[in-house]
T-cell receptor, first 112, second 114 residues
Framework: DGGITQSPKYLFRKEGQNVTLSCEQNLNHDAMYWYRQDPGQGLRLIYY???????QKGDIAEGYSVSREKKESFPLTVTSAQKNPTAFYLC???????????FGEGSRLTVL | AQSVSQHNHHVILSEAASLELGCNYS??????LFWYVQYPGQHLQLLLK??????LVKGIKGFEAEFIKSKFSFNLRKPSVQWSDTAEYFC????????????FGTGTRLQVFP
């Protein structure tokens, strides 16, 4: 089945630890995105990548890092510099033909 | 900077009631407009979109939205809601010429009671 796979679905970490969230797509889409979803704040863009080996900061990139070494993969690292990392993280890829974003099921990170 | 406002944060309706969710955006140029829906426990999915042409667009499950350029609005409507429409609804805007960057509103939580 084609789609976006995010892992892990749930993750608990201690404060001060870096965490990497995985995002893989087999839709052959060029552009991929990471959003953070918090109650009452909607989806806020963290980072996006329009092509392999290139990525841009979104609106809330501080404390996060990404890489795009392969078309299929766009991992997000939540670093210890992120002041409020507990959130629901959504990865998406863009079908440029229709402008539609396809989303993964999300990863819920809880920092203790 | 480009932004999207959804004024209704939480809407509660009975089945068969009519629905209208507001969405306004701030960008003076050409835009692509979207409504996404997130059903409980499921991932976000596209409800409908507007790129050009007829400003009244129809989506899945009987939803429609009207683009009013002069009001910078893209309100979502459904004449008669069902219990299964209970979900969170997000309006999103892609300002053309501003890369493929989709900006989302804060979402509206809709609860429909039988």
């Amino acid at each position: 089945d084609g789609g976006i796979t995010q892992s892990p679905k749930y993750l608990f970490r201690k404060e001060g630890q870096n965490v990497t969230l995985s995002c893989e797509q087999n839709l052959n889409h060029d552009a991929m995105y990471w959003y953070r979803q918090d109650p009452g704040q909607g989806l806020r863009l963290i980072y996006y990548s329009q092509i392999v080996n290139d990525f841009q900061k979104g609106d809330i990139a501080e404390g996060y890092s990404v890489s795009r070494e392969k078309k299929e993969s766009f991992p997000l690292t939540v670093t210890s510099a992120q002041k409020n990392p507990t959130a629901f993280y959504l990865c998406a890829s863009l079908y440029s033909g229709s402008g539609e974003l396809f989303f993964g099921e999300g990863s819920r990170l809880t920092v203790l | 900077a480009q932004s999207v406002s959804q004024h209704n944060h939480h809407v509660i309706l009975s089945e068969a009631a009519s629905l209208e969710l507001g969405c306004n955006y701030s960008y003076g140029g050409t835009v692509n407009l979207f409504w996404y829906v997130q059903y409980p426990g499921q991932h976000l999915q596209l409800l409908l979109k507007y790129f050009s042409g007829d400003p009244l667009v129809k989506g899945i499950k009987g939803f429609e939205a009207e683009f009013i350029k002069s009001k910078f609005s893209f309100n979502l409507r459904k004449p008669s809601v069902q219990w299964s429409d209970t979900a969170e609804y997000f309006c999103a805007v892609n300002a053309l010429g501003n890369t493929d960057k989709l900006i989302f509103g804060t979402g509206t939580r809709l609860q429909v009671f039988p």
